[in-house]
């Protein structure tokens, strides 16, 4: 199987505890029917069976609708539900013992802060690089800021494709403009939104009009 080509535009990241007493399965679906291109499945709270399970009914789901499932930090979760990659954050997993693991056919994803962390994850073997926080975020409240200049280096000096992410909504999307992203990573503007397929529909919108 060769490592499927990526439109990294939306980049959805789950986050159950943004949902409420809706189904979880239904509002990954209601999202990628909006225009969500990639999924990445971030389970913290449960047990490496349960994320399994979980992992195995979300990929039923991408697979439906041909867009890569990808497994945040988890290698043996990525393998165990044949996911097309996996995302590593800077304390996990180095990304070239990853990419040994895992082969050539696997996305791997890595977060970077800087220019020096990006140059590093790109040597080692990232398909793609996570860069960010781009704006203050509710939802990792430890998370390291990333300025749009430093962004924009990125973007220009690496290779790769790059995700922003952070703290982005719809009513900051558009600071990205001409910054070189390939696309936006979201969470709770789209997870934590009573109709998430709507949701992904107006980010795809201005993603359109920036030519992502």
Avoid: W
Avoid at 79 to 84: G, H, I, K, N, Q
Avoid at 110 to 126: D, F, I, N, V
Avoid at 184 to 211: F, G, Q, T, Y
């Amino acid at each position: 199987m060769e490592k499927v080509q990526t439109d990294y535009s939306l980049y959805l990241c789950t986050d159950q505890g943004c949902i409420g007493e809706r189904n979880f399965y239904q509002v990954v679906e209601h999202a990628i029917q909006g225009g969500c291109s990639v999924v990445q499945l971030r389970e913290k709270k449960c047990s490496t069976r349960e994320f399994l399970q979980t992992a195995k009914r979300i990929k039923a789901i991408t697979k439906k609708y041909n867009i890569p499932l990808i497994i945040n930090d988890r290698i043996d979760i990525c393998l165990a539900a044949d996911a097309e990659g996996v995302h590593l954050g800077l304390q996990d997993m180095p990304v070239a013992e990853a990419r040994r693991l895992l082969g050539d056919k696997k996305i791997i994803g890595c977060s970077a802060h800087s220019l020096t962390e990006a140059c590093q994850a790109k040597k080692e073997g990232a398909d793609y690089l996570g860069v960010g926080a781009v704006f203050a975020t509710d939802t990792k409240k430890d998370a390291v800021t990333t300025s749009l200049d430093t962004l924009k280096e990125i973007c220009q000096k690496i290779n790769l494709p790059v995700v922003a992410i952070g703290g982005v909504k719809e009513d900051n999307a558009d600071l990205l403009r001409d910054t070189g992203i390939a696309g936006i990573a979201v969470i709770s503007a789209i997870m934590a939104d009573s109709e998430p397929r709507k949701a992904a529909e107006r980010l795809k919108r201005i993603l359109n009009s920036m030519d992502l």
